[in-house]
């Protein structure tokens, strides 16, 4: 567990790389017009927290950048220290926190320059939270999929509003595994009701699965799948469609190449 846990911690600094970590304005030199020896403070303290968090003292440095974010509202490091906030609940897998901070940021920070980082990240805290297995269970003990509903959400809103967002190819990458996760939790419940021969509820996911979460892989043996269920439903139009649709679209694979022998049995039933 240990190991695993070191692993997400590792990986959840690669993903911050990738989706550009937010930087300090440059404070202009001294002398210069509308400089202050304050703002000068400012950018050394919120400095100073940065390193305390790079260190992991994460403690240290949330103290450290709300006291910024209280004793000066109007500095430019504020709402940056805001988003190092959310920074440091995330390092430490304190999710919930860290996406509640970083959707605070965006709602009083809607036109930031570092909102599609923000936003990003909410998605990441989401993801973060998905356990990998969380599909194997049958439908009776489903788990919550809200994670992977709420990353999906967030996700597709960062690509809509930033398309070229540095994060935006790691969001498409993470949007479409989300999506496939959902889509192998559709085929999971619609095989459980498969082997059971309850054909109705097989049916129910299947069309699901083939309308929502099309083109992550699962379409052949998903229209397989539909046209056996259809014809123990004696759908037989319906299963001649599923059947007919997997030949057209997928004949090199392996369901596909089954379908011949398939359509053939269900053309003889129909006679």
């Not at 937010?22 to 919120?46: F, I, M, N």
């Not at 450290?64 to 897998?93: G, K, N, V, W």
Request: neutral net charge.
């Amino acid at each position: 567990m240990q190991l695993s846990q070191a692993a997400l911690c590792l990986s959840l600094c690669l993903i911050s790389c990738a989706h550009g970590r937010p930087h300090p304005p440059e404070a202009p030199p001294p002398g210069a017009e509308g400089h202050s020896a304050t703002e000068q403070q400012v950018q050394s303290r919120y400095q100073a927290a940065g390193r305390a968090l790079d260190r992991g003292l994460y403690q240290d440095a949330i103290k450290d950048f709300e006291a910024i974010r209280t004793e000066f509202p109007y500095s430019q490091y504020a709402a940056l220290s805001e988003l190092r906030i959310a920074d440091a609940h995330m390092r430490r897998s304190q999710y919930l926190e860290a996406i509640d901070a970083y959707r605070t940021f965006l709602r009083f920070h809607p036109s930031h320059p570092d909102a599609p980082y923000a936003l990003g990240r909410v998605g990441e805290a989401y993801y973060a939270q998905i356990p990998q297995d969380y599909y194997l269970m049958p439908p009776a003990a489903e788990k919550d999929l809200g994670h992977v509903k709420e990353a999906i959400a967030a996700y597709q809103d960062l690509l809509a509003r930033y398309p070229q967002a540095s994060g935006a190819p790691e969001a498409q990458k993470h949007l479409k595994a989300c999506q496939r996760k959902l889509a192998d939790h559709e085929m999971y419940v619609a095989r459980f009701y498969f082997a059971r021969k309850q054909w109705a509820g097989a049916v129910l996911r299947l069309t699901g699965l083939l309308r929502d979460y099309p083109g992550l892989g699962l379409d052949p043996d998903a229209l397989y799948m539909a046209a056996q269920a259809h014809a123990q439903l004696g759908q037989m139009d319906q299963a001649v469609a599923s059947v007919t649709r997997l030949l057209a679209d997928y004949p090199n694979t392996q369901a596909g190449r089954r379908a011949q022998s398939l359509l053939e049995h269900l053309e003889g039933r129909m006679q």
